[in-house]
């Protein structure tokens, strides 16, 4: 327990401090002079230990009770940590350390049909406000039908703040630029009251920024997100054109929430009917793959509940950088009415930008194959952070035998996914990892998505396992915790594994990667495509 006086916020700021610590963060770059916090817990926490521990209840410690197991701990520590926490910056730990929330219903969508008919319904509901950010909004029939809906929203006076990258929206797809004009759909949107902000301005000359910062400090904006952006200052370089928003979330009046891999267009959001299963259904939606060669396997989840609130300071922090109007995800207006509890699942938000600390999105990724148990499987569509097989390279068979990897390994947008798997997977496969290529189904699958079968956990966003999003792209995750839930979506994943080729001859990957071109191409080639 806490000592006399402690209390639910000091108890929420020793959690996010140890779950930083324990992930390899600085406590000095975000919470001011720590020597002693740091000392502390280096010198009675074990850093393996702790992660292990951590990884065997799921993930990430949400609770102050779940302490008392950690190896190292104690009561007279729990005591010194109050006493050092207290005097932390804890806005800015806040700003980056995993945000969990409790009672929330979570459904999961997979293939375009799904997950438009979903959005279509969900913003057609919204009677106060929607936040939406997105990589990319293409004029297409899915993206028009979205931004149809949108327009109606705003017919019936419902605020709106969307945040696109215009100029990589502009590149299209399947060589058409037409698809690409989102300033079709925004100048609509702006016309009829929506705010947007274009996300590639995500970086400033250093000039520029120190004007801007002085700026949005006297027009009140926190510290605790000011700093955030002096932290992807300090990493780029020269240009910001390496830097990309790579998330894709939306708010709607403070209680629904959406949060996925898939962008707003035909690739993702496409109408036509899947391939559909006879037999595989998930609440009672049938599981398939799409039909068309041109259509994207992705999906997204749907959550009710209170995770919409540290969802809601995060779009605030990146709309305000970006130069937005001012808001406060604290008023009544911004906030749910009524009650929170609408379910059973535990939800922990993960944020992970260019020039953070340490990356948490990263590190769980690297954790939850070190430590896997049981039955742990990872879908993803691009498989090139040499940091994750460096790790996975590392496993003995004791660990390997537990994992699971599904990619689409011959259909892949990447140039250079195949050459990565092939360079890097020879080990981990003789040691007993378990690889599944979706490219059996002759289409791709952009779903990024784990499974943790000894904690019932579930992990789902815009992440992908390469160097663009371990180091240059602004990224997040939700991490679901509950039994009924992580049974639904295991049964999406054991579809598409059942309709994926399981690679069985070790001669399909390298023994040798240096003797094998691709592989130079790739290492050349992987901070940036």
Not at 17 to 34: D, M, Q, R, T, W
Not at 53 to 67: A, D, M, P, S
């Amino acid at each position: 327990m806490l000592p006399e006086g402690g209390n639910e916020g000091l108890q929420r700021d020793i959690v996010d401090v140890v779950n930083y610590y324990i992930s390899g963060g600085s406590l000095e770059a975000v919470a001011g002079p720590a020597e002693r916090l740091t000392s502390l817990m280096a010198t009675v926490l074990e850093e393996g230990a702790a992660r292990a521990y951590r990884q065997e209840i799921g993930g990430v410690i949400t609770e102050i009770g779940q302490l008392s197991e950690l190896p190292g701990f104690s009561t007279g520590l729990l005591e010194q940590l109050a006493a050092e926490v207290r005097v932390l910056d804890s806005g800015k730990l806040r700003a980056l350390a995993p945000q969990t929330t409790r009672h929330n219903r979570v459904d999961a969508y997979v293939n375009g049909p799904q997950c438009l008919e979903m959005l279509l319904e969900e913003i057609g509901k919204a009677r106060r406000y929607i936040h939406l950010s997105v990589m990319l909004f293409f004029n297409d029939d899915s993206g028009n039908r979205i931004a149809d809906a949108l327009l109606r929203a705003l017919e019936r006076g419902v605020q709106v703040r969307i945040m696109v990258n215009y100029t990589v929206t502009a590149l299209g797809y399947g060589h058409n630029l037409e698809v690409g004009k989102f300033s079709e759909i925004s100048d609509r949107l702006k016309k009829a009251g929506a705010k947007l902000q274009d996300t590639f301005n995500s970086y400033y000359t250093a000039v520029e920024w120190h004007r801007k910062r002085s700026e949005l400090k006297a027009q009140g904006v926190p510290e605790s997100i000011l700093f955030l952006q002096d932290k992807v200052q300090e990493d780029v370089e020269l240009t910001g054109l390496n830097v990309i928003d790579h998330r894709k979330f939306m708010i709607i009046d403070g209680i629904t929430s959406i949060i996925g891999s898939l962008n707003f267009g035909d690739q993702y959001t496409f109408a036509a009917p899947i391939v559909t299963s006879d037999s595989v259904q998930v609440d009672g939606r049938p599981m398939g793959v799409p039909a068309r060669e041109e259509e994207w396997h992705d999906g997204c989840f749907r959550i009710r509940g209170a995770a919409a609130l540290p969802l809601n300071a995060v779009f605030r922090s990146r709309w305000l950088l970006l130069g937005g109007d001012s808001f406060d995800p604290g008023d009544a207006f911004y906030r749910p009415e009524g009650n929170t509890d609408l379910g059973s699942e535990e939800c922990t938000l993960f944020v992970s930008f260019p020039g953070n600390p340490v990356n948490l999105i990263q590190q769980y990724y690297l954790d939850l194959i070190t430590y896997a148990a049981e039955e742990t499987v990872i879908v993803n569509p691009y498989l090139i952070d040499q940091a994750f097989w460096d790790r996975l390279g590392g496993l003995g068979p004791e660990s390997s035998c537990h994992l699971t990897i599904c990619n689409p390994l011959e259909v892949n947008d990447h140039p250079t996914n195949r050459a990565a798997v092939r360079s890097n997977m020879y080990i981990p496969f003789c040691n007993g990892v378990s690889f599944y290529d979706y490219s059996a189904t002759e289409r791709f699958s952009h779903w990024k998505i784990t499974y943790d079968h000894r904690s019932r956990a579930v992990f789902h966003g815009s992440y992908n396992i390469n160097e663009r999003s371990a180091c240059h792209d602004f990224e997040l995750g939700l991490l679901v915790k509950g039994e009924a839930f992580a049974a639904k979506v295991k049964a999406m994943i054991d579809y598409d594994l059942s309709v994926s080729r399981k690679i069985t001859n070790k001669k399909e990957f390298f023994k040798h990667p240096w003797m094998h071109p691709s592989t130079y191409v790739n290492k050349a080639t992987q901070n940036y495509t």
